[in-house]
């Protein structure tokens, strides 16, 4: 190994936090993901095979730390408590910057970023385009412990907001006519685009609550948010932020 690397690593051992130490000890990354968010961190129901863009950074994330992958399911809901109680090492599933998350997490910087959608059916006659989503009357859905549940909580005056909890589904709520429309993101919306061809997609006319997504970890250790923020400047860098988001049809909301 040249002097250089030595250098390096010695470094690195010398300034790692417990997350890192433990890391480097066992060869072992824990990474959190949710196996339902299409794109991003999903399984295939058919053939049960992990894909989408965190997916792919995380085997990224494992070459560069000479460790293996250990993927751990989390949701939105359990993501503190995933991180906190030590679980995962790092959550890689396009985490939305919230104000209630910050409190509790610490971030990277950003990577990715999404405003909010509204998906209903095609054949619904009560919204038809964005403004007719704040009506009374109307029964929005939200999925429980998303980013899209406080931001709708603040914005709607007239509808009635559905909080829907696993295992319930938003599709399942719309499919059944217990809601009029479900709000979502940039990645979960291309899976309805992608696979249900009973799927409309409502854009707002204007950005409406446009967020920012990093990876999330337990705050505590700088030494490790350090080390996951390294990586995600290095693949923004590199092309590999890039290359792995044109896989699977992000491109649109990629941070450089």
């Known amino acids: 190994m040249a002097v250089g690397a030595c250098l390096a690593v010695w470094s690195m051992q010398a300034t790692a936090g417990p997350v890192m130490q433990r890391v480097q000890s066992e060869a072992v990354v824990k990474v959190c993901i949710w196996p339902d968010y299409y794109g991003v961190t999903y399984r295939h129901p ?11 950074l995380a085997a990224e994330l494992g ?8 993927f751990v399911e989390s949701s939105f809901p359990t993501l503190i408590d995933d991180l906190t109680h030590d679980r995962c090492d790092v959550a890689m599933f396009a985490i939305g910057i919230l104000p209630q998350r910050a409190e509790k997490l610490a971030f990277t910087q950003p990577y990715l970023r999404s405003d909010i959608y509204g998906v209903t059916t095609k054949s619904n006659a009560v919204v038809k385009q964005w403004s007719d989503i704040d009506k009374p009357g109307v029964m929005v859905a939200v999925q429980s412990g998303t980013f899209m549940e406080p931001a709708m909580a603040q914005s709607l005056k007239k509808a009635t907001m559905v909080t829907v909890k696993l295992p319930a589904t938003r599709e399942r709520e719309l499919m059944a006519g217990r809601v009029d429309v479900f709000m979502t993101d940039y990645p979960y919306s291309r899976r309805l685009l992608d696979n249900a061809d009973w799927a409309r997609l409502i854009e707002p006319p204007q950005p409406f609550f446009v967020l920012p997504y990093a990876y999330a970890v337990k705050p505590g ?22 290359a792995a988001a044109s896989h699977h049809g992000l491109d649109a909301i990629v941070v450089r």
């Open 221 to 242: 250790d700088e030494a490790w948010l350090t080390v996951m923020d390294a990586f995600v400047s290095r693949i923004k860098r590199d092309g590999r932020l890039k």
């Open 46 to 56: 058919r053939t049960q095979e992990l894909g989408g863009i965190d997916i792919e």
């Open 63 to 70: 070459r560069d730390l000479k460790a293996k992958v250990e």
